[in-house]
């Protein structure tokens, strides 16, 4: 059954659960401990008003702009979010599809239910990175990150803000436990509490080393503080991806809108920006572009894309977002997204 | 039947929504998106607290004006709204005999479901002004701007911030879509999903050109920036009309009652400044004008009384207000105009 | 029937509602406009935070203070309110007796059901002022200014906030009309559609005249800046008293406890200075006190009192904010009024 | 019956407040007057947001202090509560067993329902302070002070912010009234209405004594300004106790949270420093030492724990914070409480 056009994103929200699992959807949906950051993520955004320019040649919107040298037609990103089968049978596969028809660059996740070279078969051409969970021995990372570049993802986005999984209660209360999906080593490191890869180990010195051994641009994919983002930059990294994991891990995190601004400060051009965290609007992504992000993730409105209607149900949620967001800068005066520029938020 | 007797326009709004099809209250009461910015400018005015001076006498308030060399009797304005047809069969001839008896300036919009004639005619002598959205071809605004300064109106107003319509999504869940009107052209291009008039090319050479060719002073409509202020005046406008289109074109876009002051600053009397959005009391006009703008304007409290009683609604919607700026000016300290300053307000 | 013994304010406000007629109840409670002023005047105390300082002989706390040289045990008055038969039919003398009972400065309105040389019998001895609504004749407010003095009133406190009645639209939807009591001459001007006194042509000259007149000390009411304080001083005033008329006057008047640090920092002591407007609690008079006020008033809850249990009523509410003041001073480590000083409140 | 194992320490306040009676779940539960500072200090530290840091090996977080020699597991401390056996009939014995299998340090209240000599024998070997209400008699004050430091309590926690009970309304209408306990002399002064010990003539000269007395270290708790925390280390104090009595004292008071830098910064290192008040989860507790609380202490839950399930419900309680304090550093990249710097919150 095809899902009824949805106008917002907001409308596919309702559409997804009841598609889902119950346990399956608040893993999706839940955050860590009382959800602060969630509403936070929301609330910093919206707190962010706008300030148009009038009277500017609008009849062409043109969202165009790249990463790391890929041609992308706007900045809209897919984040990464694990185990796609939970919303729908085709599982990454689908959402591939999907981001590919909505021309979105997306992120695969580590915790995928199916293998990357299957995924990048499935929407080939299309944009695409791989975001990595490394495994404990260097020498199974250093595989994913080969096999990655080989399908022809064209950047690794290394988490950085999961030593250990947040304290996510819905699970812990409705016993859910997500599978560690098909690349990671069956010997990996796991919370024994949840079942989740944890990476307490994990230094600046093993994100220098994956540097190194990939022969792809490097993304830091959870960073905060502005000091994080200089380190990444000094170790190697080709982009700071502004995240705090939708509110997953460290409950009362700082909203992504609050961190974005110094650390666009401190990076200074030198690397691409990435943020997430609560983007529910064209507007969200305007505001998140003009504090200085380069490009703009939205993570569980994919899955409320996919779990209400597979690959059609992505482009339609990406869709939405993306129509969202050339209103949103016609309306703005911004052409074009060097238009976009920080006097726009307030 | 008459409606009873009103104290507040709040009174007034639930008789309106009474007395008019569903959609049509919808298309008249929505903004855009998730209509952040209705509640933002709301918000904006009662964040802003009184100082009253006491002990001047106010025996006799006078709240008379002018606006372009024509005498007011106070600083009132209707704003333009669309299709009044929607709300009385008498539409914008009730409009204007209402605002004309409770002295109030009109500005009549293009998308008018009478003659702009026909209007004056209803209330001859009475200031009018006529709001443009300018038609795509230059002789057919050309000849607008001619009908307008032929037919009486004061000024024209140019709505600067629609080069699309905002999503509007009550009208996109209820499949209303408004009529465009009896002045725009057959070929007026208009946009494919909502049937709303566009002008998505409209630049700054387009607005001088139109100050050009205007025998009567034009005002830019929509500004919410200094900088679009100071440039408008540098094309030669001779009023500046901060909003937001009520809402309904960027959603999150700034309070009105926030960008406000930066324009007061930077037009530094050079031209005549009206302000709107969510002014639904005396005290928000008085808050405008201590401000600095020169009048304020109202739009959706006209159409409740439009709906709820004709000519004489709008008499009575416009005479609330007005008796309430009286008081809160005289209850200020405020005998005229000129007492209204800006630390009357913090 | 006596009514429980109630251990807060608020606990007298239900018993005083249930006590009286609806009209009448909503007079006193009500505010003009949508009470913004009403929910800001407690909004502002509450964001005010306390200081304790710790380890303080507080075994005795001594509230006393004193006003243009009269002693008083504590700094709590009576504000001046309105026919006070509404709540009680012994009115204001019953007022006049709980007040002196609970040691407080009563200040008698105007608008006062009894003759002030009766209220005066009625507590012989006890400290009260008068509030001066001056007839339009100055004959007629001079003698009303000598009845006062000559009944042992202490100080004039004229009300310079009611140039006219503020838009109190509970009495305005209800119908309910005060009676302007027994000191009024019969020609004193009344605005026609509320009957209420009206004061428009009240300004500077007539408060130096008044203060001519007066062998008492005069008290400007309802001053809320610090030009206006100033002013009142230079006018010859001997106090200032803070006050928005508990929010019945103009709408959206920025709170007391706003407005009092500035005028607290222009007066410089040379003046008493009162406050008053949503003081519920003993931590209110507290944080007033701390910002520089002398005196704190209460309106409202005298009122509840009087309703819920006339003299005895009276006595008790305040007898309630008397003991909450005590208490809060000793937990401050305030055994004087001399240590409750500007640090005390962030 | 085994209460049900929480996941948070919320889940433990409907179990407590069902095991026990109304009147004194109230009690426990309370504050003063409108409880405006139960309400301030939860919120104060929902303002703080957190700044993890990424990319630091945390496989091992060693929470391990100390306090005044003693090697502490980690930060949390039993806060001093009244009464232990309103929640359960083994009272602080119980409390005393948990504690010790927490790992967490207990300071035990004056007002106890077991004598401290058999509380310290329930948990041989395991950290505890003692809590005084100094009996009005310095004699009886000393050897209190004398059995605390003989039974192997390492500190004396000095209550310096109650000269008088606060206005605890649920008991004032409940009729509630604790037991003074089996440590204060029967003359002891309490507080008529109440019923409670009062300290009112108690000033820093006692304090100094006290600590002269003292063969063991003195905190003084209660302590929200930085003047008195300068004045209590002046006076001998090793510790300062950010406290405002858990909303139980001067309603309005500052929150802990807020007060805590500018004591801090006082302090200079001088002093131990704790801080109480609305710590309700780890994050709380994270947020409280980046401010530059050397230990945390928590009140309520500890009885929540002890009303539900005895000893092992006080050992899940504080498991419950301990491992979200664990986790919570983890996640914010602080192996140990080194890292735990002041820019982690903003």
Redesign the interface.
Known sequence: MTPPKP??LADLEPLARAAMEPAAWDYYAGGA??E?TIA?NRAAW?R????????????SVDMATSAFGVALPHPLVVAPTASHDLAHPDGELATARGSAAAGALMTLSTISSRPMEEVAAAAPGSPRWFQLYPPSERDAAADLVRRAADAGYGAIAVT??L??P??R?RD??SGFAVRMGVHLPADQAVDPRTGLVVL?????D??AWLRSVSPIPVV?K????A??AQ?AIETGCDGIWVSNHGGR???????TA??LPEIVEAVDGRALILVDGGVR?G?DAL?ALSLGANLVAVGRPVLWGLASGGADGVERALGVLRS?LE??M????CPTLTEVTRDLV?
């Not at 300030?51 to 500017?56: E, T, Y």
């Not at 307490?200 to 600046?204: A, K, V």
């Not at 959870?222 to 503080?225: A, K, P, S, V």
């Not at 016609?330 to 005066?333: R, V």
Request: hydrophobic share 45%; no cysteine; aromatic share 2%.
């Open positions: 106008i917002t401990g009382d602060l936070g919206d962010l008003r706008l300030r148009p320019r009038v009277l500017v040649d609008v009849s950085v803000d030593p250990l947040g304290n209660e812990l209360r307490p180990t994990m230094t600046w093993d994100l830091a959870g960073i905060l503080r000091d994080d380190r891990q460290l409950d009362g995190s700082i909203a609050d961190a609007r507007i505001r969202e209103l949103a016609a309306l703005a005066g307030v």
